[in-house]
């Protein structure tokens, strides 16, 4: 079986890259080495949701933009995919190491429980959610000036991937929207159907399902009562993955009603749809009160029927789902490009417009940054396929990507939109305080090496690699989710594709073309002229990929010193 495998993965990965021609640079350039100063502003502790990229190296990297440094946990002591991490270790390690900090963003799901999946269990108890309430306490108590930035994550409307209870998944989610539903309604006909379904699902398994609410409420009630004795200094309650009707909707309401009680802690409690991104969030809108910036966002979409469009995993609009970003970063909607700080331009594909909407959307983006606006673009795609994404028109066309200041286009809209706002409100926020040139050459820097992180993780391996990789393992009867003694074999060949599709993107001529930058003596040109990464799948699955580019800059043709 294991000869077959990796015959097969070897015959794919030359069939895949065929068609790939090395092409040599054509630009005449001169080497540019931005600096980088070590002197952060601020050093922040993070404890994040979970150990997988979106939730760590997307943090570490943005507030490398905003000359920012995070501190992570050991890696031990944190989660590896099923693994929980360990919240006990956690919080000893968190109070040892906050008296060296300027603030904190503390996943609250990881010291209870040990990570999001574990959160999904209920591995903590009652008494782990006292145990950090008490933590937070004393840490408040002995660094009363330390910002204590809190999350947690209202549990996603499926119960949790279980062997035990699999079956009952289906089951379960007609429950819990007709628990919703009738909530809302109160229509006899769903209470009849509610009845029935009753009595077909194990009752420990309804009983499991309707306590990890209950214990979920209780935990961030406990958060609320911690705003409200100025502990915390901002909290955001997120909600993972939903649908417009579910028990995680009940949650949601009775804690906004919570919070409408207490008048005084309204503008610190946030309660929001997204999970991977908060702490990401957290960290824009800290470095917007760093820079004392509210971003002015202009909300531009490719036709009138995508912000009301209710997109997979989410419980409702595009539109409200951007508004609810935008105010968490203390962003200002504005109703024009002219009066904007950037642009937030979001692509809604779909079967529908996919041939229709998607090119038109490739113009007017090259249309906005003609014309010499800053971009944020957000490319979303219903059916998470690459021909509902604007990316590819994007690189036919030529249209330069290294002039857009933000892309994203993986998991769910709340993801995509929350990290493209806040890459985008991190860059115009941080582009004032560049004094030297050294300086704006390393900004420019780090956020282009994010930029071509999201090329080529959102489209290039979501969109491209990770679908035809997982064909190919379940041919072999393999589990693209639990790879066990196949996770080496495939780690090697997916790291080697997207060497070569790093490679791809380099040599476009939409990733080649220069980007203006205005320094002290005036304009210049800076091209790509090198781009090397490291890849490799974090957990042993192909769900998500780890990524990291690192880039070199030339200038072009400018008697620039």
Not at 174 to 199: A, C, M
Not at 239 to 261: C, E, W, Y
Not at 323 to 335: M, N, R, T
Not at 375 to 402: G, I, K, M, Q, Y
Request: net charge neutral; with cysteine; proline share 6%.
């Amino acid at each position: 079986m294991r000869k077959i495998y990796f015959l097969v993965l070897t015959i794919f990965f030359v069939l895949f890259f065929t068609a790939f021609n090395h092409y040599t640079p054509f630009y005449s350039t001169s080497p540019v080495s931005p600096g980088d100063n070590s002197d952060y502003r601020l050093r922040i502790i993070l404890i994040p949701l979970d150990s997988r990229p979106a939730c760590t190296t997307f943090v570490t990297d943005l507030a490398q933009i905003a000359n920012i440094k995070v501190i992570l946990p050991p890696k031990e002591l944190l989660d590896h995919y099923k693994t929980p991490g360990n919240p006990q270790a956690l919080r000893q390690w968190l109070k040892q190491e906050v008296q060296y900090a300027d603030a904190a963003i503390l996943s609250i799901d990881m010291l209870v429980h040990g990570g999001l999946l574990a959160s999904r269990q209920s591995a903590g108890t009652l008494n782990d959610v006292n145990g950090v309430s008490q933590l937070l306490s004393t840490i408040h108590a002995e660094y009363p000036q330390l910002p204590i930035y809190a999350f947690s994550i209202i549990p996603r409307l499926l119960i949790a991937d279980n062997t035990a209870t699999s079956q009952y998944q289906k089951s379960m989610l007609d429950y819990s929207v007709l628990k919703d539903q009738i909530y809302t309604f109160e229509n006899p006909v769903d209470i009849l159907k509610l009845e029935k379904l009753e009595q077909q699902i194990p009752a420990a398994v309804i009983n499991n399902y309707e306590c990890l609410y209950q214990q979920n409420m209780a935990q961030n009630s406990m958060l609320i009562e911690l705003v409200d004795k100025k502990v915390i200094t901002s909290l955001i309650l997120g909600q993972d993955d939903g649908q417009p009707f579910g028990m995680p909707n009940i949650t949601k309401q009775r804690l906004k009603h919570l919070v409408a009680q207490k008048p005084a802690i309204q503008n610190r409690v946030s309660i929001t749809r997204g999970t991977d991104e908060v702490a990401l969030t957290l960290l824009g809108q800290i470095s917007a009160k760093l820079n004392n910036y509210q971003p002015k966002i202009f909300v531009a979409y490719a036709d009138e029927q995508a912000p009301y469009t209710v997109m997979p995993y989410m419980p409702h609009s595009v539109a409200t789902t951007a508004a609810e970003k935008i105010a968490l970063v203390g962003g200002i909607p504005v109703q024009s490009p002219e009066q904007a700080d950037f642009v937030l331009f979001i692509q809604v594909g779909t079967r529908s417009n996919q041939y229709s909407t998607v090119p038109h959307s490739a113009r007017e983006i090259q249309a906005l940054l003609d014309s010499g606006y800053k971009v944020a673009l957000v490319d979303l795609s219903e059916e998470f396929s690459s021909s509902e994404t604007v990316f590819p028109f994007l690189l036919r066309d030529n249209v330069a990507l290294t002039k857009l200041i933000a892309y994203a286009g993986w998991n769910t809209t709340s993801n995509s939109i929350g990290t493209a706002i806040t890459q985008a409100t991190i860059f115009t926020a941080t582009l004032p305080n560049m004094k030297t040139n050294d300086q704006l050459f390393a900004l420019y820097k780090h956020n282009l090496e994010f930029l071509t992180a999201r090329f080529l993780d959102d489209w290039y391996y979501l969109k491209e690699v990770q679908p035809v990789v997982n064909k190919v393992l379940q041919a072999l009867n393999i589990n693209p989710y639990q790879l066990g003694s196949y996770y080496e074999g495939t780690n090697t060949v997916i790291s080697r594709i997207m060497q070569y599709k790093s490679q791809q993107l380099l040599y476009s001529t939409a990733f080649r073309s220069p980007l203006t930058i205005v320094t002290s003596q005036g304009p210049v040109e800076l091209t790509v002229t090198s781009l090397t990464i490291r890849a490799c799948l974090p957990w042993e699955r192909t769900f998500e990929i780890s990524l990291k580019p690192t880039l070199k800059l030339s200038l072009v043709n400018s008697n620039h010193n």
